[in-house]
């Protein structure tokens, strides 16, 4: 898989607003304790097995307080470490470390929590079968870029980036507008020629109805297993297949092996708990 990227000026907004959040009125303990011209190092550790992630962000947060920061990439993206492991060594004026020790640990926390949820999802899939675990759009506000970032560094795929990348046709869409059909003919006429159309159902027969409008993708919604195996065979051939809904690590490989061509979790991004990282000084 290409190695995932995340552009710097978007990594930089998010930066600036997590700092200005946290050093609005500078840091009144580093100032009154440090003294300006102290050095230090400082390790980035794992406390826990975890997936790396994150350390472009690390270094950003620290550049943008003190360009003269050194920060030395010790574990890669996506690696997966074990507890003690150094992940990234902070070097420079002891002030600068500490005045962004937090907003670095809070993002690369999360960032590398994402990241290792991800991959024992993926991990979850059985060999040979080509289901793809997605993330959703169940992301923290602000927080969206570096999240699903995080996914991919876990080995998972991205579902549509915001409301305007693609049509998904929800249930409280098809309740708007009047039904299946109708819902799936207006998005036909109204969206791109470079756009697929995907419907949420969550029977065999919203699956029937949706496959006879010419749905692209269809999104199964908290199907069991048995319904999601007859769902993928009458899909066949007629559109892609995606389950979806409180899909938790225990179901991922029966899902696959019931042939669905993907697996959507929200919990990628909403539930993941953050990893355990400590800053270290020498």
């Known amino acids: 898989m290409t190695k995932p990227e995340l552009p710097v000026h978007v990594i930089d907004e998010i930066v600036k607003r997590a700092l200005d959040e946290d050093l609005a009125a500078g840091d009144i303990t580093t100032e009154a304790c440090v003294d300006a011209a102290t050095t230090a190092t400082a390790r980035a550790v794992a406390r ?104 991919r560094v876990g080995g998972a795929r991205n579902h549509r980036d915001n409301l305007g990348s693609a049509v998904l046709i929800k249930d409280n869409h098809i309740a708007a507008c009047g039904g299946i059909r109708e819902a799936i003919t207006r998005a036909r006429a109204r969206a791109p020629h470079t756009s697929k159309i995907e419907c949420e159902v969550d029977s065999l027969e919203q699956l029937d109805e949706a496959l006879a409008a010419g749905a692209d993708i269809v999104l199964l919604d908290n199907m069991d297993t048995v319904t999601v195996a007859e769902a993928v065979r009458r899909a066949k051939g007629k559109a892609l297949t995606e389950a979806s809904g409180g899909v938790t690590l225990a179901r991922v490989a029966e899902l696959a092996r019931a042939g669905v061509d993907v697996i959507s979790v929200g919990a990628l991004t909403h539930s993941a708990p953050a990893a355990d990282i400590g800053l270290d000084f020498e």
Request: charged residues 25%.
């Open 48 to 151: 826990s097995a975890l997936v790396a992630c994150g350390g472009p962000v690390l270094a950003r947060v620290y550049w943008a307080i003190d360009k003269e920061i050194r920060v030395r990439i010790d574990a890669e993206e996506g690696a997966r470490v074990q507890a003690a492991t150094t992940l990234w060594t902070i070097s420079g004026r002891a002030r600068s470390i500490l005045m962004g020790e937090r907003v670095a640990l809070n993002l690369v926390q999360r960032m590398s929590g994402t990241a290792t949820l991800a991959r024992d999802f993926v991990d979850a899939v059985p060999p040979g079968t080509p289901t793809r675990i997605t993330d959703t759009r169940k992301t923290t506000p602000g927080l969206r870029a570096l999240e699903r970032y995080a996914v």
